[in-house]
Protein backbone atom coordinates (compact mmCIF):
# COMPACT_ATOMS: atom_id res chain seq x y z
CA UNK A 1 0.00 0.00 0.00
CA UNK A 2 1.42 3.44 -0.99
CA UNK A 3 -0.75 5.88 0.96
CA UNK A 4 -2.22 4.59 4.21
CA UNK A 5 -5.89 3.68 3.23
CA UNK A 6 -9.00 4.34 5.38
CA UNK A 7 -11.53 2.92 3.86
CA UNK A 8 -15.18 3.39 5.53
CA UNK A 9 -18.05 1.13 4.63
CA UNK A 10 -21.73 1.55 5.44
CA UNK A 11 -22.92 -1.21 7.99
CA UNK A 12 -26.21 -1.84 7.65
CA UNK A 13 -25.95 -3.67 11.14
CA UNK A 14 -25.12 -0.39 12.67
CA UNK A 15 -26.69 1.91 10.06
CA UNK A 16 -23.61 3.89 10.10
CA UNK A 17 -20.16 4.24 8.11
CA UNK A 18 -17.49 2.64 10.30
CA UNK A 19 -13.89 2.47 9.71
CA UNK A 20 -12.85 -0.91 7.94
CA UNK A 21 -10.86 -3.15 10.09
CA UNK A 22 -10.71 -6.60 9.07
CA UNK A 23 -10.42 -9.25 11.86
CA UNK A 24 -7.00 -10.15 10.21
CA UNK A 25 -5.16 -8.26 7.85
CA UNK A 26 -4.25 -8.23 5.51
CA UNK A 27 -6.53 -10.93 5.07
CA UNK A 28 -10.69 -10.42 4.38
CA UNK A 29 -13.56 -12.49 4.65
CA UNK A 30 -16.42 -11.65 2.45
CA UNK A 31 -19.54 -13.39 1.86
CA UNK A 32 -22.24 -12.53 -0.51
CA UNK A 33 -25.30 -14.56 -1.52
CA UNK A 34 -25.55 -15.96 -4.73
CA UNK A 35 -28.41 -17.03 -7.14
CA UNK A 36 -30.98 -19.41 -6.88
CA UNK A 37 -30.63 -21.15 -10.01
CA UNK A 38 -33.75 -22.06 -11.68
CA UNK A 39 -34.03 -19.11 -14.10
CA UNK A 40 -32.52 -16.74 -16.51
CA UNK A 41 -29.84 -14.40 -15.10
CA UNK A 42 -31.44 -11.15 -14.43
CA UNK A 43 -31.21 -7.14 -13.74
CA UNK A 44 -31.70 -7.97 -10.10
CA UNK A 45 -28.42 -10.43 -10.28
CA UNK A 46 -25.95 -7.89 -12.24
CA UNK A 47 -26.28 -4.87 -9.54
CA UNK A 48 -25.43 -7.00 -6.64
CA UNK A 49 -22.59 -9.01 -8.47
CA UNK A 50 -21.02 -5.65 -9.66
CA UNK A 51 -21.02 -3.88 -6.69
CA UNK A 52 -19.59 -6.88 -4.63
CA UNK A 53 -17.15 -7.73 -7.41
CA UNK A 54 -15.98 -3.89 -7.35
CA UNK A 55 -15.13 -4.31 -3.98
CA UNK A 56 -13.74 -7.20 -4.14
CA UNK A 57 -11.05 -5.70 -6.86
CA UNK A 58 -10.80 -2.88 -4.60
CA UNK A 59 -9.99 -4.42 -1.42
CA UNK A 60 -7.02 -6.04 -3.36
CA UNK A 61 -5.74 -3.19 -5.00
CA UNK A 62 -5.33 -1.12 -1.77
CA UNK A 63 -3.31 -4.45 -0.26
CA UNK A 64 -5.95 -7.54 1.31
CA UNK A 65 -5.70 -11.05 0.39
CA UNK A 66 -9.86 -11.63 -0.56
CA UNK A 67 -11.46 -14.87 0.09
CA UNK A 68 -14.56 -14.07 -1.43
CA UNK A 69 -17.26 -16.97 -0.81
CA UNK A 70 -20.44 -16.69 -3.07
CA UNK A 71 -22.91 -19.13 -2.81
CA UNK A 72 -24.97 -21.05 -5.90
CA UNK A 73 -28.63 -22.39 -3.85
CA UNK A 74 -29.55 -25.44 -5.21
CA UNK A 75 -32.15 -26.55 -2.81
CA UNK A 76 -34.10 -25.29 0.34
CA UNK A 77 -35.43 -21.64 -1.31
CA UNK A 78 -39.17 -21.83 -1.68
CA UNK A 79 -41.81 -20.38 -3.61
CA UNK A 80 -42.14 -16.53 -2.09
CA UNK A 81 -38.87 -16.99 -0.03
CA UNK A 82 -41.52 -18.53 2.59
CA UNK A 83 -41.44 -21.84 4.24
CA UNK A 84 -44.19 -23.58 2.59
CA UNK A 85 -44.97 -23.82 -1.23
CA UNK A 86 -42.40 -25.37 -3.67
CA UNK A 87 -39.00 -25.52 -4.11
CA UNK A 88 -38.17 -23.56 -6.51
CA UNK A 89 -35.98 -25.83 -8.30
CA UNK A 90 -37.73 -28.99 -7.90
CA UNK A 91 -40.75 -27.00 -9.66
CA UNK A 92 -38.80 -26.17 -12.65
CA UNK A 93 -37.70 -29.65 -12.63
CA UNK A 94 -41.05 -31.14 -12.74
CA UNK A 95 -42.34 -29.01 -14.90
CA UNK A 96 -39.95 -29.59 -17.50
CA UNK A 97 -39.42 -33.36 -16.38
CA UNK A 98 -35.67 -32.79 -15.88
CA UNK A 99 -33.20 -33.90 -12.52
CA UNK A 100 -33.14 -31.02 -9.93
CA UNK A 101 -29.36 -30.83 -10.73
CA UNK A 102 -30.09 -30.71 -14.29
CA UNK A 103 -32.00 -27.45 -13.85
CA UNK A 104 -29.33 -26.32 -11.37
CA UNK A 105 -26.25 -27.03 -13.73
CA UNK A 106 -27.92 -25.90 -16.28
CA UNK A 107 -28.62 -22.23 -15.14
CA UNK A 108 -25.62 -22.15 -13.17
CA UNK A 109 -23.36 -22.22 -16.39
CA UNK A 110 -25.59 -19.41 -17.92
CA UNK A 111 -25.39 -17.37 -14.54
CA UNK A 112 -21.09 -17.95 -15.06
CA UNK A 113 -21.81 -16.71 -18.81
CA UNK A 114 -23.53 -13.66 -18.12
CA UNK A 115 -21.37 -12.92 -15.14
CA UNK A 116 -18.03 -13.64 -17.68
CA UNK A 117 -19.86 -10.92 -20.15
CA UNK A 118 -20.04 -8.54 -16.76
CA UNK A 119 -16.50 -8.95 -16.52
CA UNK A 120 -17.47 -9.93 -12.70
CA UNK A 121 -14.55 -11.90 -11.36
CA UNK A 122 -15.17 -15.47 -10.11
CA UNK A 123 -15.44 -15.97 -6.25
CA UNK A 124 -12.65 -17.53 -4.84
CA UNK A 125 -14.80 -20.56 -3.37
CA UNK A 126 -18.37 -20.94 -4.64
CA UNK A 127 -19.82 -23.26 -2.82
CA UNK A 128 -23.67 -24.91 -3.42
CA UNK A 129 -25.99 -25.45 -0.82
CA UNK A 130 -26.77 -29.28 -1.76
CA UNK A 131 -23.29 -29.77 -1.20
CA UNK A 132 -23.65 -29.05 2.49
CA UNK A 133 -25.97 -31.20 3.88
CA UNK A 134 -23.92 -32.57 6.23
CA UNK A 135 -22.60 -29.73 7.65
CA UNK A 136 -26.35 -27.45 7.54
CA UNK A 137 -27.27 -30.94 9.96
CA UNK A 138 -24.40 -30.24 12.10
CA UNK A 139 -25.27 -26.11 12.32
CA UNK A 140 -29.32 -27.80 12.96
CA UNK A 141 -28.02 -30.09 15.78
CA UNK A 142 -26.66 -27.02 17.57
CA UNK A 143 -29.27 -25.26 17.56
CA UNK A 144 -31.26 -28.22 18.71
CA UNK A 145 -28.61 -28.67 21.50
CA UNK A 146 -28.42 -24.66 22.38
CA UNK A 147 -32.07 -25.00 22.79
CA UNK A 148 -32.71 -22.13 20.18
CA UNK A 149 -34.91 -24.94 17.91
CA UNK A 150 -37.41 -27.41 18.32
CA UNK A 151 -38.84 -30.82 16.19
CA UNK A 152 -41.65 -30.76 14.71
CA UNK A 153 -43.71 -33.57 12.86
CA UNK A 154 -40.17 -34.52 11.06
CA UNK A 155 -39.40 -30.85 10.50
CA UNK A 156 -37.03 -28.56 12.92
CA UNK A 157 -37.88 -25.27 13.27
CA UNK A 158 -35.86 -21.98 14.66
CA UNK A 159 -37.28 -20.62 18.00
CA UNK A 160 -37.78 -16.86 17.74
CA UNK A 161 -39.54 -16.17 20.59
CA UNK A 162 -36.73 -17.40 22.55
CA UNK A 163 -34.35 -16.08 20.81
CA UNK A 164 -35.64 -12.81 21.08
CA UNK A 165 -35.90 -12.90 24.73
CA UNK A 166 -31.98 -13.80 24.88
CA UNK A 167 -30.57 -11.56 21.92
CA UNK A 168 -32.43 -9.30 19.63
CA UNK A 169 -34.15 -11.00 16.47
CA UNK A 170 -34.74 -8.12 14.07
CA UNK A 171 -30.98 -5.99 14.72
CA UNK A 172 -30.77 -6.05 11.08
CA UNK A 173 -34.07 -5.22 9.45
CA UNK A 174 -35.00 -2.75 12.17
CA UNK A 175 -38.31 -5.11 12.75
CA UNK A 176 -39.27 -5.41 15.98
CA UNK A 177 -41.02 -9.45 17.34
CA UNK A 178 -44.18 -7.58 18.87
CA UNK A 179 -44.69 -5.87 15.83
CA UNK A 180 -44.46 -9.39 13.42
CA UNK A 181 -46.13 -10.97 15.96
CA UNK A 182 -49.15 -8.23 15.43
CA UNK A 183 -48.88 -8.47 11.30
CA UNK A 184 -48.82 -11.98 10.55
CA UNK A 185 -51.42 -14.33 10.91
CA UNK A 186 -52.22 -16.87 13.54
CA UNK A 187 -51.82 -20.45 12.91
CA UNK A 188 -54.60 -22.12 11.84
CA UNK A 189 -53.45 -25.35 13.96
CA UNK A 190 -52.27 -27.31 10.40
CA UNK A 191 -48.92 -25.71 10.82
CA UNK A 192 -46.18 -27.54 13.00
CA UNK A 193 -44.13 -24.29 14.01
CA UNK A 194 -45.05 -22.80 17.28
CA UNK A 195 -45.10 -19.40 16.11
CA UNK A 196 -45.94 -18.40 12.78
CA UNK A 197 -42.45 -16.31 12.65
CA UNK A 198 -40.32 -19.24 13.59
CA UNK A 199 -38.37 -20.29 10.42
CA UNK A 200 -37.42 -23.49 8.95
CA UNK A 201 -34.15 -25.20 9.43
CA UNK A 202 -35.07 -28.71 8.11
CA UNK A 203 -38.27 -29.90 6.37
CA UNK A 204 -39.83 -32.92 6.08
CA UNK A 205 -40.57 -33.87 2.72
CA UNK A 206 -43.64 -34.67 1.50
CA UNK A 207 -43.53 -38.07 -1.15
CA UNK A 208 -43.75 -35.49 -4.48
CA UNK A 209 -41.00 -34.13 -3.49
CA UNK A 210 -37.50 -34.66 -5.22
CA UNK A 211 -34.99 -33.20 -3.36
CA UNK A 212 -34.44 -35.29 -0.47
CA UNK A 213 -31.53 -36.29 2.24
CA UNK A 214 -31.61 -38.41 5.19
CA UNK A 215 -31.30 -36.73 8.96
CA UNK A 216 -31.95 -37.26 12.37
CA UNK A 217 -35.72 -35.87 11.91
CA UNK A 218 -36.63 -37.08 8.75
CA UNK A 219 -35.68 -37.71 4.96
CA UNK A 220 -36.25 -33.68 3.78
CA UNK A 221 -34.17 -30.56 2.75
CA UNK A 222 -32.72 -27.97 4.62
CA UNK A 223 -33.94 -24.62 4.59
CA UNK A 224 -32.58 -21.79 2.91
CA UNK A 225 -31.18 -19.37 5.63
CA UNK A 226 -29.13 -22.08 6.90
CA UNK A 227 -27.18 -22.83 3.85
CA UNK A 228 -25.14 -19.52 4.26
CA UNK A 229 -24.59 -19.89 7.74
CA UNK A 230 -23.20 -23.03 7.60
CA UNK A 231 -20.83 -22.10 4.19
CA UNK A 232 -19.85 -19.04 5.71
CA UNK A 233 -18.79 -20.71 8.66
CA UNK A 234 -17.05 -23.73 7.06
CA UNK A 235 -15.00 -21.23 4.24
CA UNK A 236 -14.74 -18.07 6.50
CA UNK A 237 -14.43 -19.00 9.89
CA UNK A 238 -16.92 -18.32 12.87
CA UNK A 239 -16.00 -14.75 12.52
CA UNK A 240 -15.14 -13.12 9.23
CA UNK A 241 -15.31 -9.42 7.75
CA UNK A 242 -17.95 -9.12 5.07
CA UNK A 243 -21.32 -10.08 4.44
CA UNK A 244 -22.89 -9.00 1.41
CA UNK A 245 -26.26 -9.31 -0.55
CA UNK A 246 -28.99 -7.56 -2.17
CA UNK A 247 -30.97 -5.40 0.22
CA UNK A 248 -34.24 -7.72 -0.73
CA UNK A 249 -32.18 -10.36 1.36
CA UNK A 250 -32.20 -8.32 4.19
CA UNK A 251 -35.42 -9.63 5.96
CA UNK A 252 -36.12 -12.23 6.35
CA UNK A 253 -32.83 -14.36 4.56
CA UNK A 254 -30.05 -12.24 6.67
CA UNK A 255 -32.01 -11.21 9.40
CA UNK A 256 -32.52 -15.76 9.92
CA UNK A 257 -29.02 -15.99 9.71
CA UNK A 258 -27.61 -13.71 12.34
CA UNK A 259 -30.04 -15.41 14.34
CA UNK A 260 -28.60 -18.84 13.36
CA UNK A 261 -24.80 -17.53 13.97
CA UNK A 262 -25.99 -15.65 16.94
CA UNK A 263 -28.00 -18.56 18.40
CA UNK A 264 -25.06 -21.71 17.57
CA UNK A 265 -22.13 -19.12 18.27
CA UNK A 266 -22.95 -16.77 20.68
CA UNK A 267 -21.48 -14.14 18.88
CA UNK A 268 -22.29 -12.17 15.21
CA UNK A 269 -20.49 -14.14 12.43
CA UNK A 270 -20.24 -11.44 10.10
CA UNK A 271 -18.44 -7.54 11.51
CA UNK A 272 -19.83 -6.08 8.62
CA UNK A 273 -23.31 -5.92 6.98
CA UNK A 274 -23.37 -4.21 3.23
CA UNK A 275 -26.50 -4.03 0.85
CA UNK A 276 -26.97 -2.99 -2.48
CA UNK A 277 -30.01 -0.85 -3.10
CA UNK A 278 -32.89 -2.32 -5.89
CA UNK A 279 -33.26 -2.26 -9.64
CA UNK A 280 -36.59 -0.21 -10.86
CA UNK A 281 -37.78 -0.09 -14.23
CA UNK A 282 -38.92 3.08 -15.22
CA UNK A 283 -39.91 3.48 -11.97
CA UNK A 284 -41.70 0.35 -11.59
CA UNK A 285 -40.75 -2.48 -9.28
CA UNK A 286 -39.37 -5.07 -11.22
CA UNK A 287 -41.57 -8.25 -11.52
CA UNK A 288 -42.88 -11.05 -13.46
CA UNK A 289 -46.53 -10.19 -13.04
CA UNK A 290 -45.51 -6.84 -13.93
CA UNK A 291 -44.02 -7.89 -17.64
CA UNK A 292 -40.96 -5.94 -17.41
CA UNK A 293 -38.91 -8.94 -15.72
CA UNK A 294 -35.49 -7.99 -18.47
CA UNK A 295 -33.17 -10.86 -17.99
CA UNK A 296 -29.22 -9.96 -19.52
CA UNK A 297 -29.73 -11.48 -22.26
CA UNK A 298 -32.83 -9.79 -23.57
CA UNK A 299 -30.41 -6.71 -22.68
CA UNK A 300 -27.60 -8.13 -24.83
CA UNK A 301 -29.94 -9.06 -27.41
CA UNK A 302 -32.52 -6.12 -27.19
CA UNK A 303 -34.87 -8.85 -27.16
CA UNK A 304 -37.38 -7.66 -24.42
CA UNK A 305 -40.49 -5.26 -26.28
CA UNK A 306 -39.22 -2.51 -23.67
CA UNK A 307 -36.12 -2.28 -25.05
CA UNK A 308 -35.75 0.34 -28.10
CA UNK A 309 -32.13 -1.58 -28.41
CA UNK A 310 -29.51 -3.90 -27.11
CA UNK A 311 -27.23 -2.98 -24.70
CA UNK A 312 -23.50 -4.17 -24.29
CA UNK A 313 -22.80 -6.10 -21.04
CA UNK A 314 -20.53 -3.24 -20.43
CA UNK A 315 -23.10 -0.14 -20.62
CA UNK A 316 -24.90 -2.49 -17.75
CA UNK A 317 -21.66 -2.69 -15.94
CA UNK A 318 -21.58 1.58 -16.49
CA UNK A 319 -24.71 1.78 -15.80
CA UNK A 320 -24.31 0.15 -12.36
CA UNK A 321 -21.33 1.49 -11.73
CA UNK A 322 -23.09 5.41 -12.20
CA UNK A 323 -25.16 5.45 -9.20
CA UNK A 324 -24.26 5.20 -5.51
CA UNK A 325 -24.92 1.17 -4.66
CA UNK A 326 -27.00 2.20 -1.83
CA UNK A 327 -29.27 4.08 -4.09
CA UNK A 328 -31.84 2.68 -6.15
CA UNK A 329 -31.49 2.38 -9.65
CA UNK A 330 -34.15 3.29 -12.26
CA UNK A 331 -33.67 1.12 -15.85
CA UNK A 332 -34.78 3.21 -19.07
CA UNK A 333 -33.66 3.14 -22.53
CA UNK A 334 -32.83 6.76 -22.03
CA UNK A 335 -30.59 6.17 -19.45
CA UNK A 336 -29.18 3.49 -20.84
CA UNK A 337 -28.29 5.17 -23.87
CA UNK A 338 -26.81 8.11 -21.77
CA UNK A 339 -24.28 5.19 -20.25
CA UNK A 340 -23.35 3.84 -23.60
CA UNK A 341 -22.36 7.21 -24.88
CA UNK A 342 -20.78 8.18 -21.72
CA UNK A 343 -19.12 4.73 -22.00
CA UNK A 344 -17.51 5.29 -25.31
CA UNK A 345 -16.42 8.85 -24.37
CA UNK A 346 -14.27 7.21 -21.54
CA UNK A 347 -12.89 4.40 -23.67
CA UNK A 348 -11.78 7.15 -26.49
CA UNK A 349 -10.11 8.69 -23.60
CA UNK A 350 -8.36 5.58 -22.66
CA UNK A 351 -7.08 5.11 -26.50
CA UNK A 352 -5.94 8.87 -26.61
CA UNK A 353 -3.01 7.99 -23.96
CA UNK A 354 -1.31 6.35 -26.22
CA UNK A 355 -1.17 9.04 -28.94
CA UNK A 356 0.33 12.11 -26.51
CA UNK A 357 3.41 13.48 -27.63
CA UNK A 358 4.80 13.65 -23.70
CA UNK A 359 6.30 17.22 -23.64
CA UNK A 360 9.51 18.72 -21.39
CA UNK A 361 7.23 19.95 -18.62
CA UNK A 362 3.23 19.23 -17.20
CA UNK A 363 0.83 21.56 -17.07
CA UNK A 364 -1.28 19.09 -14.85
CA UNK A 365 -1.50 17.57 -11.32
CA UNK A 366 -1.77 14.16 -12.10
CA UNK A 367 -1.94 13.34 -7.78
CA UNK A 368 -5.25 14.95 -8.59
CA UNK A 369 -6.87 11.72 -9.95
CA UNK A 370 -5.13 9.92 -7.79
CA UNK A 371 -6.77 11.28 -4.84
CA UNK A 372 -10.36 11.45 -5.60
CA UNK A 373 -10.39 8.24 -6.97
CA UNK A 374 -8.88 6.66 -3.65
CA UNK A 375 -11.19 9.03 -1.76
CA UNK A 376 -14.63 8.50 -3.63
CA UNK A 377 -13.62 4.67 -3.14
CA UNK A 378 -12.75 4.95 0.90
CA UNK A 379 -15.79 6.91 1.31
CA UNK A 380 -18.24 3.51 0.93
CA UNK A 381 -17.27 2.76 -2.38
CA UNK A 382 -18.78 5.69 -4.16
CA UNK A 383 -18.07 4.84 -8.19
CA UNK A 384 -20.24 8.11 -9.50
CA UNK A 385 -18.02 10.01 -7.74
CA UNK A 386 -14.83 8.05 -9.34
CA UNK A 387 -16.91 8.04 -12.46
CA UNK A 388 -16.90 12.11 -12.73
CA UNK A 389 -13.35 12.54 -11.63
CA UNK A 390 -12.85 10.44 -14.62
CA UNK A 391 -14.80 12.63 -17.16
CA UNK A 392 -12.82 15.44 -15.57
CA UNK A 393 -9.61 13.79 -16.95
CA UNK A 394 -11.34 13.01 -20.30
CA UNK A 395 -11.34 16.95 -20.96
CA UNK A 396 -7.67 16.81 -19.72
CA UNK A 397 -6.63 13.85 -22.08
CA UNK A 398 -8.65 15.03 -24.96
CA UNK A 399 -6.86 19.16 -23.84
CA UNK A 400 -3.08 16.90 -23.93
CA UNK A 401 -3.71 15.50 -27.29
CA UNK A 402 -5.05 19.18 -28.52
CA UNK A 403 -1.64 20.02 -27.34
CA UNK A 404 -3.78 22.63 -25.52
CA UNK A 405 -2.02 21.36 -22.61
CA UNK A 406 1.34 19.10 -21.56
CA UNK A 407 2.58 17.17 -20.04
CA UNK A 408 6.08 15.06 -19.27
CA UNK A 409 6.61 11.52 -20.16
CA UNK A 410 6.64 10.33 -16.73
CA UNK A 411 3.58 11.76 -15.84
CA UNK A 412 2.06 10.62 -18.92
CA UNK A 413 3.29 6.97 -18.08
CA UNK A 414 1.71 7.46 -13.97
CA UNK A 415 -1.24 8.90 -15.91
CA UNK A 416 -1.13 5.84 -17.98
CA UNK A 417 -1.27 3.57 -15.68
CA UNK A 418 -3.41 5.22 -13.49
CA UNK A 419 -6.31 5.98 -15.51
CA UNK A 420 -5.98 1.71 -16.72
CA UNK A 421 -5.66 0.53 -13.48
CA UNK A 422 -9.25 2.63 -12.61
CA UNK A 423 -11.31 1.73 -15.24
CA UNK A 424 -10.00 -1.81 -15.91
CA UNK A 425 -8.80 -3.10 -12.81
CA UNK A 426 -10.78 -1.65 -10.13
CA UNK A 427 -13.83 -0.75 -12.01
CA UNK A 428 -13.61 -4.08 -14.28
CA UNK A 429 -14.65 -2.21 -17.44
CA UNK A 430 -13.13 -2.80 -20.92
CA UNK A 431 -13.08 -1.64 -24.04
CA UNK A 432 -15.38 -3.55 -26.02
CA UNK A 433 -14.86 -2.57 -29.74
CA UNK A 434 -11.28 -3.70 -28.67
CA UNK A 435 -12.06 -6.08 -27.43
CA UNK A 436 -14.58 -7.41 -30.91
CA UNK A 437 -11.68 -7.13 -32.89
CA UNK A 438 -8.11 -9.01 -32.07
CA UNK A 439 -4.52 -8.58 -32.27
CA UNK A 440 -4.51 -8.57 -35.96
CA UNK A 441 -6.80 -5.54 -36.81
CA UNK A 442 -4.30 -2.81 -35.47
CA UNK A 443 -0.84 -4.00 -37.19
CA UNK A 444 -3.20 -4.46 -40.33
CA UNK A 445 -5.22 -1.55 -40.03
CA UNK A 446 -1.52 0.54 -39.98
CA UNK A 447 -0.23 -0.91 -42.41
CA UNK A 448 -3.29 0.11 -44.67
CA UNK A 449 -2.73 3.33 -43.12
CA UNK A 450 0.95 3.29 -44.07
CA UNK A 451 0.34 2.43 -47.98
CA UNK A 452 -2.28 5.62 -47.87
CA UNK A 453 0.67 7.92 -46.65
CA UNK A 454 2.63 6.57 -49.68
CA UNK A 455 -0.05 7.03 -51.79
CA UNK A 456 -0.68 10.32 -50.50
CA UNK A 457 2.67 11.08 -51.33
CA UNK A 458 2.79 9.94 -54.58
CA UNK A 459 -0.20 11.61 -55.51
CA UNK A 460 -2.08 8.62 -56.06
CA UNK A 461 -5.65 10.46 -54.97
CA UNK A 462 -7.81 7.47 -56.38
CA UNK A 463 -5.70 4.62 -53.88
CA UNK A 464 -5.93 7.09 -51.14
CA UNK A 465 -9.66 7.36 -51.43
CA UNK A 466 -9.94 3.94 -51.72
CA UNK A 467 -8.23 2.87 -48.50
CA UNK A 468 -9.93 5.26 -46.64
CA UNK A 469 -13.55 4.18 -47.95
CA UNK A 470 -13.26 0.35 -47.50
CA UNK A 471 -12.06 0.98 -43.69
CA UNK A 472 -14.77 3.26 -43.55
CA UNK A 473 -17.59 0.49 -45.06
CA UNK A 474 -16.06 -1.65 -42.00
CA UNK A 475 -16.26 0.43 -39.69
CA UNK A 476 -12.70 2.08 -39.24
CA UNK A 477 -12.90 5.88 -39.54
CA UNK A 478 -9.54 7.82 -40.73
CA UNK A 479 -9.57 11.25 -39.68
CA UNK A 480 -6.57 13.37 -41.15
CA UNK A 481 -4.49 15.58 -39.21
CA UNK A 482 -1.58 18.14 -40.50
CA UNK A 483 1.09 15.52 -39.25
CA UNK A 484 -0.19 12.19 -40.26
CA UNK A 485 -4.14 10.72 -39.30
CA UNK A 486 -5.84 9.19 -36.50
CA UNK A 487 -7.93 6.14 -36.90
CA UNK A 488 -10.84 4.69 -34.70
CA UNK A 489 -13.36 1.70 -34.67
CA UNK A 490 -16.41 3.34 -34.62
ZN1 LIG B 1 -27.61 -16.18 1.73
Not at 289 to 301: P, Y
Not at 461 to 472: E, N
Request: aromatic share 10%; net charge negative; proline share 3%.
Amino acid sequence: MEREQKLSIYNTLSRKKEEFKPYNPPFVGLYVCGPTVYGDAHLGHARPAVTFDVLFRYLQDIGYKVRYVRNITDVGHLENDADEGEDKISKKARIDKLEPMEVSHFFTERYHDAMRMLEVKSPSIEPRASGHILEQIELIEQLLEKGFAYVSNGSVYFDVAKYDKQYHYGKLSGRVLEDMVANTRTLDGQSDKRNSFDFALWKQAPAEHIMRWNSPWSVGFPGWHLECSAMSTKYLGARFDIHGGGMDLMFPHHECEIAQSVAACGHDAAKYWMHNNMITINGQKMGKSLGNFITLEELFEGSHKLLVQSYSPMTIRFFVLQAHYRSTLDFSNEALQASEKGLERLMRAVQTLSKIEPKATSSVDISDLESRYLDAMNDDLNTPIVISALFDWVKIINQLHDGQQSINSTDLESLTSLVKKIVFDVLGLKDEKVDQSNDLVSPLVEMLIEVRSEAKVNKDWATSDLIRDKLAEIGVQVKDRKDGCDWEII
